[in-house]
């Protein structure tokens, strides 16, 4: 039984008498049938320090002793090169650009939802801020252009799942197909490269901040900003809320039509930045750009913890889902393993995850 603003409530008999708060807990009165029991709440083990947080926490840790087992892994087989600062560097700066569309995708997927677009969309983006028309206003028209494009999609989405009342499988996945043959039709299929020096400058190890790239800092941002925003605003509780029991969540008073639009559109901003940091890293934008992003940000998604059903997930889970697939295809490529056998590995990762998963909820 909930209390506020300090009361201590009172507890009834079964004759209708009352106990004060001075009373023993658990005492009866004349012609009870005996003493009441506290019923633990439905809810107690999403508590953040329930079982549900203890839960997160232990798979958190779990993907971070798989990342320094990977790390050994590198130091055993290719000290030399893994260890070096400039693949450190590396690792980090190819996990921020796929990063940031998870951090998009994880929110979508907790809210109750899936996002197939994201690559189409990063695509799309790359191209349009690479026109010549574009960088004829230089980098702030080139970032303008990409957050923009990823926004309207992401708009399209919403709409479409929101107010359209959509599957939201079935929406994105003729965004995909859209933005993709969009992408195609503007850059008629050339890679269309960036001349705007600022742009080129921030890929640049000059640009560098004590050692680390723009690139990763910006990643490092939208990751914090992200972790706030789920767990520390009411945004953050409607999307779980949303996710978790549509119907509850209306009846409380959300409004999951906005909410789930509002998320839509995240994913889609989130695009639109991973688009310019592509743009940065590759000093280009072509419609081939973002292949498999979105099966890469939901499986990152899945090992960090995020059920796919919705109302639960981490940003941190998924930018730690990120690393590992990361650095496994950084040491495959070190070792010089075959690219089928690299998804072969991630296959087996992402089963595994669902396997936990499920045996998880089952418990």
């Known amino acids: 039984m909930n209390t506020s603003e ?52 232990l798979r958190n840790l779990s993907l971070l002793g798989v990342l320094a087992a990977l790390v050994v892994v590198g130091a055993l087989t290719e000290p030399e090169q893994f260890l070096s600062v400039q693949n450190l560097q590396l690792v980090l700066t190819q996990a921020s650009v796929i990063g940031v569309v998870t951090v998009g995708v994880t929110f979508v997927i907790i809210g109750g939802g899936i996002d197939l677009s994201v690559g189409a969309m990063v695509a799309l983006a790359t191209v349009w801020a690479t026109t010549l028309a574009t960088q004829e206003y230089g980098a702030a028209g080139i970032l303008f252009c990409a957050l923009a494009v990823g926004l309207a999609c992401g708009l399209v989405n919403g709409l479409l799942v929101s107010f359209g009342s959509m599957v939201p499988f079935i929406a994105t996945l003729a965004m995909l197909a859209s933005a993709r043959g969009l992408a195609l039709q503007i850059s008629e299929g050339r890679t269309q490269i960036v001349t705007v020096e600022p742009v080129l400058e921030l890929g640049q190890r000059d640009a560098y901040v004590l050692g680390v790239p723009p690139i990763v800092l910006v990643f490092a941002a939208v990751t914090a900003i992200g972790w706030l925003v789920l767990n520390r605003t009411t945004f953050g509780r409607r999307t779980v809320a949303v996710g978790g029991n549509p119907e509850a969540a209306r009846l409380a008073g959300i409004d999951v039509r906005r909410q789930r639009l509002m998320l839509y559109l995240l994913s889609g901003l989130c695009c639109g930045i991973a688009a310019f940091l592509l743009i940065v890293l590759t000093g280009s934008g072509q419609n081939t750009n973002g292949n498999l992003y979105e099966l890469d940000a939901i499986a990152a998604a899945i090992i960090g913890g995020t059920l796919l059903s919705g109302g639960r997930g981490t940003i941190t889970g998924s930018v730690l889902g990120v690393l590992v697939f990361t650095t496994i295809t950084n040491l495959f490529a070190l070792n010089n393993l075959e690219t089928a056998v690299q998804q072969i590995a991630k296959g087996a990762i992402i089963v595994a995850a669902v396997l936990i998963q499920r045996k998880g909820r089952t418990s």
């Open 6 to 57: 300090g009361r201590v409530p009172l507890a009834k008999s079964a004759r209708g008498d009352t106990a004060g708060p001075g009373d023993p807990q658990g005492a009866t009165t004349p012609g009870a049938s005996g003493p009441r029991k506290e019923r633990p709440s439905r809810h107690a083990s999403a508590r953040p320090g329930g079982r549900l947080g203890a839960r997160l926490d």
